[in-house]
């Protein structure tokens, strides 16, 4: 199976994340996109973020209509904090029939180089970085080694694809503008946010257990 990654911590996971889910899927041909729900963000503060539980409950009522779309506890069932190359690798240890890649917003790219072992990250396994908008990278920019740009490919989301290890791309798919920021700052003034941000269930997931009334500010 060709199976891709897509990594983070979904607090809430909104439209956004669904589309390009399903969108790769069609453009790399994959058979499913796993929802990796981080237990420690590497990269967030983990005081602003909400409980592990809330935000996988929430992703798999998100993806409960869409059957290519998976939520998963891979990470949740680790211990410590949440690293991409650590992930893929036991994933490729464990799964050795299957191929991955790991998705993630182009935004990341600008701090690609303080990840951990990101070179090897690149060489060794194959990553897919989508364009959000306002965001948008040009790889010529980035602080990483001429090298390792020429393994980012930017691609276009009307052709198909092959994902390969060693092989990353930059792709802009026009996501829905929408972001969990956005969401909680609107829950925390008292106002429901657009039916085009979030699903019906999640919605209603969020407004049971009182999500985030008192948190508007994390990230």
């Not at 790991?102 to 060794?124: M, N, P, Q, T, V």
């Not at 969990?180 to 609107?186: D, N, P, V």
């Amino acid at each position: 199976m060709k199976i891709g990654i897509l990594g983070g911590s979904f607090d809430p996971i909104h439209s956004g994340h669904v589309y390009i889910g399903l969108r790769l899927c069609e453009v790399l041909t994959l058979d499913q996109v796993w929802f990796m729900v981080a237990n420690v963000p590497p990269h967030k503060d983990k005081r602003a973020v909400s409980g592990a539980y809330h935000r996988y409950a929430m992703t798999v009522l998100a993806l409960q209509e869409h059957k290519q779309l998976l939520a998963s506890t891979w990470e949740l069932q680790r211990e410590g904090r949440s690293f991409t190359i650590k992930t893929l690798e036991s994933l490729s240890r464990s799964r050795q029939n299957d191929r991955f890649c790991f998705i993630a917003g182009s935004d990341s790219l600008r701090d690609l180089h303080s990840w951990k072992d990101y070179d090897k990250l690149l060489l060794e396994h194959c990553c897919v970085f989508v364009q959000r908008p306002g965001f948008e990278v040009n790889v010529a920019g980035l602080p990483l080694a001429q090298a390792l740009k020429e393994v980012i490919q930017p691609i276009c989301s009307e052709t198909h694809h092959e994902i390969q290890p060693g092989r990353s791309f930059l792709i802009n798919l026009n996501p829905p503008p929408v972001s969990s920021t956005a969401i909680r700052e609107t829950l925390a003034s008292g106002d429901t946010p657009s039916p085009d941000w979030l699903s019906p269930a999640v919605l209603r997931y969020i407004a049971k257990h009182r999500l985030y009334e008192d948190n508007p500010s994390s990230s």
